[in-house]
């Protein structure tokens, strides 16, 4: 089935250690984001991709890092620098880049900082 | 500056009752595309509905119905004849020229369905 995935579902860190979250897709889709939500609040757009080896930084960017070597996979890195890491984290695809095409979500990964 | 309000935080109504989940924008773009999503306790966000600015017909999709007002700027979420399964976070969320088509989101309305 199509559709995207991320791993791993719940992950737990120790404070100073970077950690990457995985975001696979197999919808063919150009454009790839990711997200983060805090309780009771809506989605905050961290890093964006519209193709293959280039990327931009969304509202929130300080902290993380990513990559986009290949067009299914775009793995974001929780470094740090990030001062308050603990959330969930969405990642997103879309055929072409933002704008009129509805993205499509993963099931998410929950980051506490212990 | 663009902005989406949702101002009804929780919404908790008995199963069967129909439910109206309100949506306001700002964007001073005349192309812009509006949105919702569902967010269910698994945590997954679920693609519901887009409407393009210069399409203001409403839209049923069986118990779902959107009611889509440029002259109020809002575009409001009702779902008929509620359902348990319809409980979840709703989001709205709007795209335009001026947040470069990223999409603005609202803070949502959790909605819960007692049976």
């Known amino acids: 089935d199509g559709g995207i995935t991320q791993s791993p579902k719940y992950l737990f860190r120790k404070e100073g250690q970077n950690v990457t979250l995985s975001c696979e897709q197999n919808?063919?889709?150009?454009?790839m984001y990711w997200y983060r939500q805090d309780p009771g609040q809506g989605l905050r757009l961290i890093y964006y991709s519209q193709i293959v080896n280039d990327f931009q930084k969304g509202d929130i960017a300080e902290g993380y890092s990513v990559s986009r070597e290949k067009k299914e996979s775009f793995p974001l890195t929780v470094t740090s620098a990030q001062k308050n890491p603990t959330a969930f984290y969405l990642c997103?695809?879309?055929?072409?880049?933002?704008?009129?095409?509805?993205?499509?979500f993963g099931p998410g990964t929950r980051l506490t900082v212990l | 500056a663009q902005k989406v309000t949702q101002a009804q935080t929780e919404i908790s109504v008995v199963e069967k009752e129909d439910v109206t989940l309100d949506c306001v924008y700002e964007?001073?773009?005349?192309?812009?595309?509006l949105f919702w999503y569902k967010q269910p306790p698994s945590g997954e966000l679920v693609f519901l509905i887009r409407?393009?600015?210069?399409d203001e017909q409403n839209e049923i999709s069986g118990r779902y119905s959107w009611n889509f007002q440029k002259s109020t700027s809002s575009f409001n979420f009702t779902i008929t004849a509620s359902q348990v399964v319809d409980s979840a976070v709703y989001f709205c969320?709007?795209?335009?020229?001026?947040?470069?088509?990223?999409?603005?989101w609202g803070a949502g309305t959790k909605l819960i369905i007692k049976p």
């Open positions: 997103a695809s879309s055929i072409k880049g933002p704008g009129y095409n509805e993205q499509f």
């Open positions: 969320a709007l795209s335009s020229w001026d947040s470069n088509y990223q999409l603005i």
């Open positions: 919808l063919n889709h150009d454009a």
């Open positions: 964007t001073r773009d005349t192309t812009y595309y």
């Open positions: 409407r393009n600015s210069f």
